[in-house]
Nanobody, 121 residues
Framework: QVELVESGGGLVQAGGSLRVSCAAS????????MAWFRQAPGKDREFVVG????????DYADSVKGRFTISRDNAKNTVYLQMNCLKPEDTAVYYC??????????????WGQGTQVTVSS
């Protein structure tokens, strides 16, 4: 079955950087679009960024444009989210997703379990 495993979350000060990863298995990774979403406490899950299967097209939420960068390594079946200039409002559980019904903002068929990112002020 499809499994997505996120890692790399943690605690960082405002203005700092963090990279989270998502390793995929059970899916033909290089044929699948990928995306990152996040959910802050008490809020709905929101779209962060999407990346096409070939790594050519991206779509970023306005709130992260210029600060976050998505990338993928098809040889490692892994997608990354590099987060720079982090703000306290970026604090959330970050989820990766694949199997887009509609790219880039979903819905998606498969989800990881999430990784916590906390940005202190």
């Amino acid at each position: 079955q499809v499994e997505l495993v996120e890692s790399g979350g943690g605690l960082v000060q405002a203005g700092g950087s963090l990279r989270v990863s998502c390793a995929a298995s059970g899916v033909t990774f290089l044929k699948n679009d990928m995306a990152w979403f996040r959910q802050a406490p008490g809020k709905d899950r929101e779209f962060v960024v999407g990346l096409t299967w070939n790594g050519v097209n991206t779509d970023y939420a306005d709130s992260v444009k210029g600060r976050f960068t998505i990338s993928r390594d098809n040889a490692k079946n892994t997608v990354y989210l590099q987060m720079n200039c982090l703000k306290p409002e970026d604090t959330a559980v970050y989820y990766c997703a694949t199997g887009a019904v509609v790219w880039p903002r979903g819905p998606y068929k498969y989800w990881g379990q999430g990784t916590q990112v906390t940005v202190s002020s």
